[in-house]
């Protein structure tokens, strides 16, 4: 299964008739979300380094042309026209960790037609699903308030490919770690996790099974104390660490039933043993709306532990996304049919202090003290500059939730900004509709 | 990014100090959805052929010991017990496309404990996924009552492997094709699409575009007609196919707007030209529910794209499933905290023609004229016979669909069948909990 093929066969089939019909003056595409979701009062632009990775290993190969052919039943011959197609584009882009809101463009791709056509339907499942799940792991971050969160997705996420980027967007807004061994092994970040039920259970009682865990690890250890009766398991855990003279770094985990009831509870067995400096970690299908009210209910709780909820982003698992074609050749192009209307031309975005985003042409002057947020990232098929961080990208989206208004901010009913359309662009897709409407009519 | 450390951390954590403890005897995992979610009648049991592939490749190597030392802190000697483990287990499972109900095993694993404990995670990600996808896709081919149904879903899935999956687990339950084309090829399934917007729009009109696509494409086309006006789109569909002489296996797609109103005005449009064998195919974030309301309103839509909402299972992303140590040693075993109380011991499921089933102890005998679903499929790490086809799968999702209760297919407000536990299970679940209370206790 290669990459190429990974697409849906329209963009095979468009492409094979745009070398046919010699199309192949400069596309621009512009990949944007229509409406957030409800609950939602921003996104976070992710996905992008994935993206830019992709495009530079693109090219069809002989092997895909043979797929492509397979799937439209068609001799190999009529598909050579593809071969070694590559992606010599430009991709002007909002960097990863970025404040995006409704209708401003993530990336735009300016390539010959078929090229730009081709790699369509891969950079929207890399970006619309990461972009999903970095604004929902977001939200956990504004509802911790500071606290750690660790990423436990692995297991609930679509597949391991998924949870790799749950991980990774985890770290990207601010999480302190991951269950995941490969993702945190291979992007640099903290693993996380010690033991589950199954391990108490496996010995004759907690106690053993306690004990057992600290001779295989002489470090920091958590115990996991729900598995028969909480409060008896915090005690038998604070006894043992007790015991073993461990306590700074060790933890205990509450995985079930009244969480926040459970860490004063624990929190007051640990303080009675004078284990003042062991934390309390809480899981069990917590997201922002679970984590905000143990957060403002004070529990004792030091760590978050997400997973399920968050790794899907349950409430909002896809994103109204679209990859527009905005211009072809010089001009200007558009959809008329029924809400979907999209504004024409390639596009720049605005960002202003304290006030909404400006929409405009990609080309326009900025409004006063106004910072544009896509940049050329890709030029000629390359890069134009290093792969960016994932320390850099977390720094930016830190620097935009510290501005972002508080209505947006907020967990239950957030108000996203509504970005404003500039008057130029406003100018441009009245005359592209009015032009496309007398050529409907004649 | 190898499968083997792809892995929540504390699978690894565990395995070390079960390893170190000498705690190697056979150990029974029980893998369940505790419950279903709101509006689902039934899951398709999916995701065991990739699960199973996973563990005939399972092997513990020398880089993933390093990756686990990595994340561990600790050096790689540490780890050196984990080198060259692999899965030499036993797996009993309910055969893909099966229907399956709250509390009954998909699958279930024995093998050394260290064994069962490490392929946790990645079992997990794979069938709880799966599952809600299947489950979802299965919904919409009620919904669709015998008209083909695409999948279109790829854009949209949380990353390609999840694409992937989508298409398989599309035709798994009878849809007629993928846009997938790396899925097509490589499973065999008709690859499906023709145009996007995009297309149309490069084009100075529609008339031209449609001209074009016909010049590369001799065989069967299908036309976008909604670009501009939904109406006059198809209309010049319609002159073009006609003039061209096309018609058979041609189609028109609708994908916005009152797809029921427009379907039958473009099917009026196309019998006046004569166009009687031209079909409709409507997509646009279709799912079940809007498959269910255009069927029974009578529009004339003679397939059906899928996408966004049945990729991600929009509306139920994640299945709160559980990988449960039943029995370690030769002892039965269970957790006790909150609501999670899981029974104990190895399971069977046992299904009565028109009742509902009975989950018993795994070796107990069947009530009279009850199949048992679980079937052992690996014995000593190695497959007990061929792998499935999907064909295989699809058949029996149909016969079982054929002889599930109407309240249990409903679109709306479904009400799944309620398992019953066996007398022989319920007693042990007895036993087991007065032991373990008894435990606690002193």
Known sequence: MSEVTTTDLYEVTMAMSYLREGMRAPATFSLFVRDLPP??????????????????????????????????????????????????????????GRLVFAGEPLLEVTAPLPQAQLVETYLLTQLCHQTAVASKAARCVIAAAGRPLVDFSLRRTHGPQAGFQAARLGALVGFAGTSNVA????????????????????????????????????????????????????????????????????????DSGDLGALARRGRDILDAAGLTDVRIIASGCLDEYAVDELVRAGAPIDVYAVGTRVGVAADAPYLDAAYKLVEYDGRPVMKLSSAKVTAPAPKQVFRRSGRADVIGVWNEDPPPGAEPLLRTVMRGGSRTGRPDSLSDARARFDADVAALPASARRIHGPEPLRPVTSRRLAAMTAVVRRRIEEEIRT
């Open 39 to 96: 609950d939602r009062g921003f996104l976070v632009a992710a996905g992008l380094e994935p993206s830019l990775d992709y495009l530079s290993r693109f090219r069809v190969g002989p092997h895909d042309v043979e797929e492509f052919a397979d799937a439209l039943h068609r001799p190999a011959a009529d598909l050579e026209p593809l071969l070694g197609l590559g992606f010599d584009g430009q991709v002007r882009a909002v960097p990863e």
């Open 183 to 254: 993702a945190a092994t291979s992007l640099g970040i903290p693993a996380s996790g010690t033991m589950a039920h199954s391990y108490i259970e496996a010995f004759p009682g907690e106690e053993e099974a306690f004990r057992g865990f600290a001779r295989t690890h002489p470090g920091p250890v958590t115990f996991l104390v729900d598995t028969y009766d909480t409060e008896g398991g915090v005690a038998i855990a604070a006894r043992v660490l007790k015991e073993l003279g461990r306590g700074p770094g060790c933890a205990i985990r509450l």
